[in-house]
């Protein structure tokens, strides 16, 4: 079932003069189509899912954008299961982070290449509605609800994988351990990460120390921090992003 996040969000990229809400293309099932053409895909759950239908649609000469949201703060609501009335409501001490796009990045890092495929973090608030378990302890998440937009990130080119790293605490030859350190994560999240620089392009293999491949930066550049579009009535503060 479509949960109220992925729905607002899916809403809202469409929701320009012009733009269409579950459009049917090619095919294809698209979220959204703006007005310009752009096709957005907004996807919560893992990206590699989304493969085929991101490369049959590139290779039909369409532009392709995948919204993936991370949730930055998430207040959780418990409701009652019959009448629906909120019990309590708390704010959970979890907190997404933008790096935690390289755990689902590696079945589609190679899009990044593509001139027409781009990749948005929209860094988002929301509720998440609780339901106590019948018959075991525990809680069942009834539904997800967009509460407001923080922040924008968008990925048009390998070289915007850089933005989301401490490129500067790196070495200019590193290892997936060099790169452990400096994320201050497991060798095994370095290992994800090394693979999505290299197979989209950011960086390239230039070596081996050991038993440790070495790798190098083809190009730096900055990430570009775009202001969220405006999410009516949920949001006050954002700009449109072009």
Same mark, same amino acid.
């Given at each position: ?13 469409g ?6 809400v ?5 095919g ?6 703006r ?8 996807q ?15 290779e039909l000469?369409?532009?392709i ?10 207040r ?26 390289f ?36 809680y ?8 407001? =937009?923080l922040?924008? /990130?968008?990925? +048009?080119? *390998?070289e915007? #994988?850089?933005? &989301? ?6 070495? $200019?030859?590193?290892t ?11 060798r ?28 190098t930066?083809? =190009?730096?550049?900055? /990430?570009?921090? +775009?202001? *969220?579009?405006? #999410?009516?009535? &949920? ?6 992003? $072009?």
């Amino acid at each position: 079932m479509e949960r109220s996040l992925h729905r607002q969000i899916k809403l809202h990229y469409g929701s320009d003069p012009g733009g269409r809400v579950e459009a049917s293309l090619e095919g294809y099932r698209i979220d959204a189509i703006r007005s310009d053409g752009l096709l957005i895909e907004v996807q919560s759950g893992a990206l590699s899912p989304l493969r085929g239908k991101i490369k049959r649609l590139l290779e039909l000469g369409h532009q392709i954008r995948v919204v993936k949201p991370i949730i930055l703060t998430r207040r959780i609501v418990t409701v009652d299961r019959r009448s629906g009335r909120t019990l309590a409501s708390r704010l959970s001490p979890k907190r997404g982070q933008k790096l935690e796009i390289f755990d689902e990045l590696v079945g589609v890092a190679r899009w990044l290449s593509e001139p027409g495929f781009s990749l948005e973090l929209l860094e988002v608030a929301i509720d998440e509605h609780r339901i106590a378990r019948k018959r075991r302890p525990g809680y069942t998440v009834k539904d997800r609800s967009l509460v407001d =937009t923080l922040g924008s /990130i968008l990925l +048009e080119t *390998p070289e915007d #994988l850089w933005g &989301l790293l401490p490129a500067a605490a790196l070495p $200019g030859v590193f290892t997936t351990q060099d790169l452990a350190l400096a994320l201050d994560r497991p060798r095994h999240f370095a290992q994800k990460v090394a693979y999505c620089l290299r197979t989209s392009g950011a960086a390239e293999v230039c070596g081996k120390v050991g038993n440790s491949q070495c790798y190098t930066a083809r =190009t730096h550049a900055p /990430i570009r921090h +775009e202001e *969220p579009a405006h #999410l009516e009535p &949920l949001v006050s503060k954002s700009r449109r992003a $072009g």
